[in-house]
């Protein structure tokens, strides 16, 4: 069970991105399918909560950031693109 709720990795991502992202990113505890982060299924980010952080229409198809907050300790431990 984690200590750190999905409520609280929200507050955690805001407060790292800036409010203005409140009702653009979502919360969910699976990792997106990339090869920028394929490293993460076997370092311990699969026992994070996952941000999805859009992007500007203007960027690249297909790219995304993602920020992983962990579960136990409320840390951010991962903050980068996410994409094919």
């Given at each position: 069970m984690?200590?750190?709720t999905k409520e609280e990795a929200l507050e955690i991502?805001?407060?790292h991105l800036g409010e203005e992202y409140r009702d653009k990113i979502k919360v969910?505890?699976?990792l997106p399918r990339s090869r920028n982060i394929h490293m993460a299924h076997t370092t311990g980010l699969k026992k994070c909560w996952v941000?999805?952080?859009p992007y500007p229409v203007s960027t690249t198809i297909d790219l995304g950031r993602v920020i992983c907050i962990c579960k136990k300790s409320g840390r951010i431990i991962f903050d980068g693109m996410a994409g094919e």
């Open positions: 984690p200590v750190w991502a805001i407060k969910t505890d699976k941000i999805h952080v």
